[in-house]
């Protein structure tokens, strides 16, 4: 187990990157809002908040499949086991059998057991006692999941799950039913190993939890998998944070996205807060730094007038159960202009991030396009891809981009599709497709 000091509380700061000038009449104002919380002391493995706040359940596909090859249900054993050794005594666990039903396999008494010497142990015996057997139904994992981290008085819940296959024995519509009754209530990582599972449904649940999804084709990398995201979840230090968005009179909101280290659509995820307010869910954080993209759309006005277009807030639940603490804010503002290089500069940020927006779309198009096999719409879809992540600096997604399609000329997005492609390539591309890089500033 590494070695944690006591918890300490993250500090919140925002900054906000746009540019405020409009011509005259202009409408549409961008903004890149930074989101840095500091000061948690979860780096160089330290903890954030408080272990005995904290709950973790291990959600590990235990179906059938995961017998072929056999190497993929004992790397799933050994990874949650050093999971396990990962947790910070005090915290709360749970391991969780998932096949077509759910099962408790420790501490399995309707509950969760607090991490020590003694239940590490114990939770790793009993991992030695699974076998794979049954089907898929995704939807009861994460609901016995959230009953188990319901039990305890917690301010962190969190989840890590781990399939190999199709959610084959729920329809699609019961394993939405289940996301939309655990969104809000705990985070979730997801990750797919080997190559016989559906990318949209394990990024889908990520996505609808505010987790990570990942693809380990080999299952001799979870435990390292497992590990990192263990860590991760133990530097959590403050949960449920909300950027508040008020925006005045006349003001309309276009989109609110998540633009790194992912990009995620947050607009959807509004709910209302008051006059003119709304709360777009965040999760929890530790030592860490977001950027989010706010788009507002404000009423014409003449040159020399000025507006605030938008405030953004951060908000974080009170633990005595009051209004919500204010933890940061920036503004967005709007400035009408006849200075014609003032009114068409692009704000750097948002030049970037809109290219990283789009390099996640058109790879998931062109994917779509090859599948389907229409091979001039995945070349046209690809080919941008490629020239967007040149241009952009992301050299990850370039070097996933390389394995599907040979690269003829990166500044233009001249590409070729490759005739044979590996499936967990492919895959990996798909499920890795929306990660961005930062912008240089």
Known sequence: MANFSKPTVPQFSVDVYQNEFLPEGGRDVSAIVTVTSTGGGTTGGFAGGDPAATGVVIMLDCSGSMDYPATKMRGAREATAAAIDTLRDGTRFAVVAGTHVAKEVYPADGGLAVADSRTRAEAKEALRRLSASGGTAIGTWLRLADRLLSSAELTIRHGILLTDGRNEHESPAELRDALDACAGRFTCDARGVGTDWEVKEVTGIASALLGTADIVADPAGLAADFTAMMEHAMGKGVADVALRL?????????????????????????????????????????????????????????????????????????????????????????????????????????????????????????????????????????????????????????????????????????????????????MTLETRSTKTVRVKR
């Open 246 to 426: 008020w925006t005045p009179v006349g003001v309309e909101i276009m989109f609110v996205k998540q633009v790194a280290p992912a990009v995620e659509d947050l607009t959807g995820r509004r709910t209302e807060a008051g006059p003119r307010a709304g709360d777009y869910p965040t999760g929890s954080w530790g030592d860490e730094s977001r950027d989010y993209h706010v788009s507002v759309r404000v009423p014409r006005a003449a040159v020399g007038q000025e507006m605030l277009a938008a405030r953004v807030s951060l908000l974080a639940p009170d633990p005595a159960g009051g209004d919500p603490r204010p933890l940061s804010q920036g503004l967005v503002r709007a400035v009408w202009t006849d200075d014609l290089a003032m009114s068409t500069s692009i704000n750097p940020q948002v030049a970037h991030y809109t290219g990283q927006a789009e390099l996640a779309d058109v790879i998931q198009q062109g994917l779509d396009a090859r599948k389907s096999g229409d091979r001039d719409g995945a070349t046209a879809k690809l080919g941008r891809a490629v020239q967007l992540a040149a241009a952009s600096g992301n050299a990850d997604t370039a070097k996933l981009l390389s394995k599907v399609v040979d690269v003829v000329d990166a500044a233009t997005g001249t590409v070729r599709l490759k005739a044979k492609v590996a499936e967990a390539d492919e």
